[in-house]
């Protein structure tokens, strides 16, 4: 299980099962699993954080964080919201489209939290299953060793 929190619903927990539900607690839910600490252990030096700036431009919301994992950087997060839409598979081309005005070709391709929800509406646990996505990505990356030279 991994406990999340996000800057944008500072009153609320997410914690998310792997390949399971997310359950959305409010923010004394921390101290509910310290108080269980005994049926549950926590993973040492696991901590992982996205954090950055947050920018509007129309109706759009975007996020670009630098992604930690302890005191080094791992990589960027780039969240992108069209606020007007609720469907996200609605909005899917026109995210698209405004993404590759200051991305260029390395949009990434459809979310695979999108194909499991064809017609519902986006919620922020969507954005944390995400967000869980992309930093388990970062957490299975090999360090590519540096060639010496001599």
């Known amino acids: 299980m991994y406990v999340m929190h996000n800057s944008e619903y500072p009153l ?14 409010d923010a004394n ?9 005994g049926f549950f252990q926590n ?3 696991n901590k992982i ?6 920018y509007q431009y129309c109706d759009f919301l975007v996020k670009i ?21 609720v469907v996200a598979n609605d ?7 405004f993404m590759q005005s200051f ?10 939290v999108f194909s499991n929800k064809h017609d519902s509406i986006y919620s922020p646990a969507d954005t944390m ?13 090999q360090q590519v060793p540096v060639a010496g030279i001599r």
Not at 12 to 25: T, Y
Not at 103 to 112: A, E, K, R, W
């Open 12 to 25: 609320s927990c997410f914690a998310l099962f792997e390949n399971g539900p997310c359950l959305i607690a």
């Open 91 to 97: 909005c899917w081309n026109l995210l698209m489209e």
């Open 129 to 141: 299953v995400q967000y869980m996505e992309l930093f388990n990505k970062i957490r299975k990356q």
């Open 49 to 54: 954080e996205s954090r950055g700036t947050r």
């Open 103 to 112: 991305m260029g070709s390395h949009v990434p391709g459809i979310p695979s």
């Open 65 to 85: 964080g630098t992604v930690t994992m302890g005191p080094s950087a791992r990589g960027i997060s780039v969240e992108v919201e069209y606020c007007p839409c």
């Open 43 to 45: 993973a040492k030096g």
């Open 29 to 37: 839910f921390d101290v509910l699993m310290v108080k269980l600490k």
